[in-house]
C-alpha cells in the first residue's frame, strides 16, 4: 500500500543545520515534496523534487532523494528559530488522479 | 485578493447539525481537494474534484458531501456534525499537469 513514514519531532539549537528524513513506499512515484505548517497557518509549498533526480538545492534547503531506498531528505543549513514549523514530507502517486499521499509530519523545534 | 481562501476560519457547532465549509480559489485550477488534519494522522483526503460536477471520494468521505456546480468553489458539507469530525479543514487546489497542490489557510471546527 502506500505510506509515508517521518519521525515526528527534531530538536536543533539555532545556527546548527537540521536533517528532516521520510521513507515512502511507492516506486513509481513522479514527485516528492516538502511542505512547512508554521502554528495556526496552513501547508506551504517549500520545495520539491521530480523523481529522476537525486538531489535539490534551493538556498538553505537540499533535498536529497535515494530512489533505491526509497528515502527523502531535508536538510536546512543554519537553521533559525523561524523554522520552527512542522515538516510535511508527501509523495504523488501513479494513476488515477494522482493523489498527495502526506506523512504525518515532523515538528521541528529550534533552540537558541 | 489571487489564491485560495476559506471561510468561516473557526466554527463551533453541535452534534447532529448541518455545516458547510467554504473553499474559493482564483487560479482557474481545475483540481480541488478537501483534506482533514488530526494529530498523529497528517493530512487525510476527504473527497476530491477533477473540474466542475466532477467529484470523487478520497480517504475518509463518510459524513461528507461535496458539490462543484462551479470551477472556483467547493464546499464540504458535514449533514449531521460528529464529535469525531472535530478537526482542522484545508482546501487545496491543482493545475491539470497535478505538479504541485496550493492549500488554503484551514478552517478549525469543533463538534460539541
Known amino acids: 500500500g502506500e505510506d509515508v513514514e517521518q519521525s515526528l519531532f527534531l530538536s536543533v539549537r539555532e545556527g546548527d543545520s537540521s536533517v528532516i528524513n521520510c521513507t515512502y513506499t511507492?516506486?513509481?512515484?513522479?514527485?516528492l515534496y516538502w511542505y512547512k505548517q508554521e502554528p495556526g497557518a496552513g501547508l506551504q509549498l517549500l520545495t520539491y523534487i521530480f523523481s529522476n533526480m537525486d538531489m535539490k538545492q534551493d538556498q538553505r534547503l537540499t533535498v536529497l532523494l535515494n530512489k533505491k531506498d526509497k528515502h527523502l531528505s531535508l536538510r536546512i543549513a543554519d537553521t533559525q528559530t523561524g523554522d520552527s514549523a512542522i515538516y510535511f514530507c508527501?509523495?504523488?502517486?501513479?494513476?488515477?488522479?494522482?493523489?498527495?499521499?502526506f506523512g504525518a509530519g515532523t515538528r521541528l523545534a529550534v533552540h537558541p | 485578493d489571487a489564491g485560495i481562501t476559506q471561510s468561516p476560519r473557526y466554527k463551533i457547532t453541535e452534534t447532529g447539525r448541518q455545516v458547510t465549509l467554504m473553499c474559493h480559489q482564483t487560479w482557474s485550477h481545475s483540481y480541488m481537494f478537501w483534506y482533514r488534519q488530526d494529530l498523529g494522522h497528517g493530512l487525510r483526503l476527504i473527497y476530491y474534484s477533477a473540474a466542475a460536477d466532477i467529484t470523487d471520494k478520497g480517504e475518509v468521505p463518510d459524513g461528507y458531501v461535496v458539490s462543484r456546480s462551479k470551477t472556483e468553489n467547493f464546499p464540504l458539507t458535514l449533514e449531521s456534525a460528529t464529535r469525531s469530525q472535530t478537526s482542522v479543514y484545508f482546501c487545496a487546489s491543482s493545475d491539470s499537469t497535478r505538479t504541485t497542490e496550493d492549500f488554503g489557510p484551514g478552517t478549525r471546527l469543533l463538534v460539541l
Open positions: 511507492d516506486s513509481s512515484s513522479t514527485y
Open positions: 508527501a509523495e504523488i502517486t501513479s494513476g488515477g488522479y494522482n493523489k498527495l499521499i
